[in-house]
């Protein structure tokens, strides 16, 4: 996954699938720029077990996004705001959340929900 | 699921799937018409905490569905029939199972078995 | 599921598996009171395809529950206050917050970070 | 699955699941008699990647088992009769059916369809 | 399975899905060639219970393949050798090493290692 | 998965699961030390939105592990060995391979299958 992603994925995920002759597997879906796609496909090719790559062309529809900054109790967080017409969605960053949970000790989840609520007032106070 | 299906989808799947940074996640797959792509896909964005959604034209090869009723010792159940050149294929419809099996307190199974013998009957008489 | 349910399942799913003969195949696992224990064998027994139940006694940490209510911009909204020891989680109830998104025709995640907010502001009023 | 089985084995399946670092897995299970239990574990820990084996002790319910035949259009099949105190399932025999099928040049689930009307008539008639 | 391989699919597989009312399912996806579109349509209409067949069509990058036989303590191994540009990959033919793995009583891990030892040297005294 | 292995688990996994309502999940399995339970039960409830726990106490048989030091054309690889009675198992550590590889801009399945020969030879050398 990691050098996929260097090498220009966009997207990487497993699914699992279930094989003739009673193997189990794995189904390795990887979303790129069609630029990337000789590059990808040799990474893949060299460094999985797998003797064949199959390709698609996918439309996309993808959500504008910025970042916003909230002030909770345990410290400022950073939302990431995705937009499409007109829908809007905040999402806390991950990350910030469970630094501030480290750093005051308290679940990681006390930290997103006060980022939540406070993403929610901003919303009401803008 | 309930609201993709109310909007015009065809049909509505998830699939477990398993993201970067050890995140297992849920691959929320949806079919319909092309017409209700907008709908389909704002519905989506709004609804999820996903940030995007990808398009693909499928062909499709779907059988013609008729119903036929077929009598069982516990009731009518209505079967199913669905055919494609010379494919024929009856299965009783569920919930018609389920009411018969309650309202005789017994197994679901014995219902729907006692339809598929119906069937059976019925297709050698015709 | 449902009559697993109606018959005193605490909790019942469903995991995907793959069975010999490449047969893809679904466990069936119900949580249950020792004393449904024979209800609910016979009743997997008579409705699914399944010739064998096996049983195993676990232990179980259940976190103790109330609901609160809380007043969001759309409505009333029940919170679901988990605690144990020292931890104590809110979750905004789905059918509360689906009713009141339907209702103002908005997205459901709307309202649920509307109820979460709300609770945030309580904990911190209380 | 293969050398499991003629170890001894009950059964034998597989589960996708998630490991660390974003490593996908299989979780093999195995069900066998106490005694079979050092072969097993020596199979197990030989012929895969683990390096450990967990066990435990399960009670079963299983349901009594016998043969009977039937007479379809297309030819005999056996029927597996499962009996549990007052119940009882009747599944016609997979490889019969798919036997007659390759003979008659038809769809397996038309044999098979047949094999339970017959057998529905035979518990009417008995 | 069994079928649409000798019916002329590339490949077959099972993946694990969650459709609507609860239901779990399996879909099934098949690589074959647009020749054989018909013939494998009809297979899976008839002898699965769906009512229908999505189509896509895809590019595939394959990489070509050949054989080689190495030496091992324990007898001749086959190799697949798989190339494609600059990349070629050995993997030891999995039929030959369970062979030679009952025929000596030892774990088909042990000849698979000893094949990939010999394809090393190979690569190297070439 | 990163709070718990540090909180004492010796091993972390997700099984997808289907739980009632449509609602697809995750099951989170978590093997450790029976001291460590507590500490554990607290961290999965206080960290995930699970409002409950079960517990189950398994037997294990692990083999002895050691490392050996191999020499590959790139550079030398940690194996490895597990024993169990007279089985051995040797594999190359993943992180070695992964960092010659870098190192020399080649594939990690070189490195790895070169690894395995040397393996081989070492046991034949020995």
Chains 1, 2, 3, 4, 5, 6 share one sequence.
């Not at 077990?49 to 109790?73: K, L």
């Not at 959340?97 to 480290?102: E, F, G």
Request: charge should be positive; glycine fraction near 4%.
């Amino acid at each position: 996954m990691t050098q996929l992603l260097a090498a220009g994925a966009y997207d990487v995920y497993f699914t699992p699938i279930q094989m003739k002759k009673d193997r189990p597997a794995v189904k390795l879906s990887v979303l790129g720029n069609p630029l990337a796609k000789t590059a990808l496909t040799k990474l893949i090719l060299a460094e999985t077990s797998t003797i064949g790559v199959r390709y698609q062309t996918w439309q996309r529809a993808i959500m504008q996004r910025h970042f916003e900054t909230v002030q909770t109790p345990y410290g400022a967080v950073q939302l990431k705001v995705a937009t499409y017409d007109d829908i809007e969605k905040k999402t806390p960053e991950f990350d910030d959340c469970a630094q501030l949970a480290r750093k005051h000790q308290i679940p990681l989840m006390t930290v997103y929900q006060a980022a939540l609520a406070a993403a929610g007032q901003l919303a009401k106070g803008e």
